[in-house]
Every structure is written in structure tokens, then in C-alpha cells.
């Protein structure tokens, strides 16, 4: 099984700071890329940004410039650093992997999800 698990959500006034956390665990034979996606209340979920296994990242253009994701290899784990936080970052947070993982003697890949971190930004 795989096991992704988020911290780091809150409440934080308008041009404040947070840091995300998402711990992978399961039996991985190997985690491609990892990512961050939001969802706002009555809106689609939505890409915040990605990293490569070798380092290499992708950023929404509404977070470029705001938002920093980094990766720990021999952890497992993603973080998203979000300053200058607006009112319309708020929504729930959720962490996803791309990952090879050793199921019953067979490797399978697959994309997977967190439970979601709640951000939410207001005076």
C-alpha cells in the first residue's frame, strides 16, 4: 500500500508564509515525479506544481515567482513553500506522486493522492 501523508496546512493572514510536507511510504521501487494540485471551493482541482526525480520543477503561472517545491529523495517527501501568500490561494492542498510500486510480486505504476491539507488565506 501506499501512504502519502501532508502536513503543514493552516490559517495565515494575507502575505504570510507556509511550508507543505508529504511523506511517501510504500514498498516504491521508484517515485518519478512528485507534485502539488489545489482545489477551491466550487472549482476544479488544479495544478501547483510538479518536480522531476532529477530535480526539475513546473509552476502554475498564478504561483510563479511565490511558491518554491523541493524534494527529499532518500525521504520521500515533497515540500511546497508558499510566501506572499493572496487571498485566492486558499483551498484545499493535495500532495501526488507518480511511483512505481512492488504489488504482490508485480511492479505497477501509478498516480497517488494525499488526504489534502486545508490552506486558507484571510485577514
Known amino acids: 500500500q501506499v501512504q502519502l501523508v501532508e502536513s503543514g496546512g493552516g490559517l495565515v493572514q494575507p502575505g504570510g508564509s507556509l511550508r507543505l510536507s508529504c511523506a511517501a511510504s510504500?514498498?516504491?521501487?521508484?517515485?518519478?515525479?512528485m507534485g502539488w494540485y489545489r482545489q477551491a471551493p466550487g472549482k476544479q482541482r488544479e495544478l501547483v506544481a510538479t518536480i522531476t526525480s532529477g530535480g526539475s520543477s513546473n509552476y502554475a503561472d498564478s504561483v510563479k515567482g511565490r511558491f518554491t517545491i523541493a524534494r527529499d529523495n532518500a525521504k520521500n517527501t515533497v515540500y511546497l513553500q508558499m510566501d506572499s501568500l493572496k487571498p485566492e490561494d486558499t483551498a484545499v492542498y493535495y500532495c501526488?506522486?507518480?511511483?512505481?510500486?512492488?504489488?504482490?510480486?508485480?511492479?505497477?505504476?501509478?498516480?497517488?493522492w494525499g488526504q489534502g491539507t486545508q490552506v486558507t488565506v484571510s485577514s
Open positions: 510504500g514498498r516504491f521501487t521508484n517515485i518519478n515525479a
Open positions: 501526488n506522486i507518480d511511483a512505481v510500486v512492488l504489488v504482490a510480486a508485480t511492479f505497477r505504476r501509478g498516480d497517488y
